[in-house]
């Protein structure tokens, strides 16, 4: 009943998707209510190829994905703000560079396609961000990859941590029954 339930609350998001990490859009407010074109330069970006060296396996992998959406949020919110961002929601949400859960895995799930497109995750895939409990008073949203191997999927959630630490990965059912 409990899986049947979590399926119920799973949609997912419009694919954010990025170009390439020369030219993409970071959301900038709750709800992506504001957004700016952001870039980084090549020698930014190599410090996140640098954190792929010698991945192994899919759990590997998985550690550098945190590593690597820890320093891309301190690469890009020094561009656009979002340097501020505490853990959670703060209230008022007008705070300038405060995110919410659905900017947050909105921007979670560009900067995972700008890892994908580049080739650096050979064993995971993006997907699109999911949510949970979208019916309730407070639905939330993470980023999702899937492990190539066994199909398992992850949330990546950065909502539960301020800017610039790494986000929370755990299997996507465990996230859907929020253990």
Not at 25 to 50: G, I, R, Y
Not at 64 to 80: D, S, Y
Not at 94 to 110: I, V, Y
Request: glycine share 6%.
């Amino acid at each position: 009943m409990k899986v049947l339930f979590s399926v119920l609350l799973l949609f997912t998001s419009g694919s954010t998707l990025a170009s390439t990490y020369q030219d993409f859009n970071a959301c900038t407010a709750f709800v992506c209510k504001k957004s700016t074109d952001a870039s980084l330069s090549n020698s930014e970006w190599h410090q996140v190829e640098a954190l792929f060296k010698g991945v192994k396996n899919a759990s590997d992998e998985r550690m550098q994905v945190k590593q690597a959406i820890a320093l891309l949020e301190i690469l890009v919110g020094n561009k656009t703000g979002t340097w501020r961002d505490l853990a959670l929601n703060q209230i008022p949400s007008e705070k300038a560079g405060q995110l919410d859960c659905k900017a947050e895995a909105t921007n979670t799930t560009t900067y995972l396609g700008l890892l994908e497109q580049d080739g650096l995750l050979k064993w995971h895939k993006v997907r699109n961000s999911v949510v949970r409990d979208r019916f309730w008073l407070v639905p939330h949203w993470t980023g999702v990859i899937e492990d190539q191997t066994t199909g398992i999927k992850y949330s990546v959630d950065s909502w539960f941590r301020k800017n610039g630490e790494p986000p929370t990965v755990v299997t996507l059912e465990r996230w859907l029954n929020k253990k």
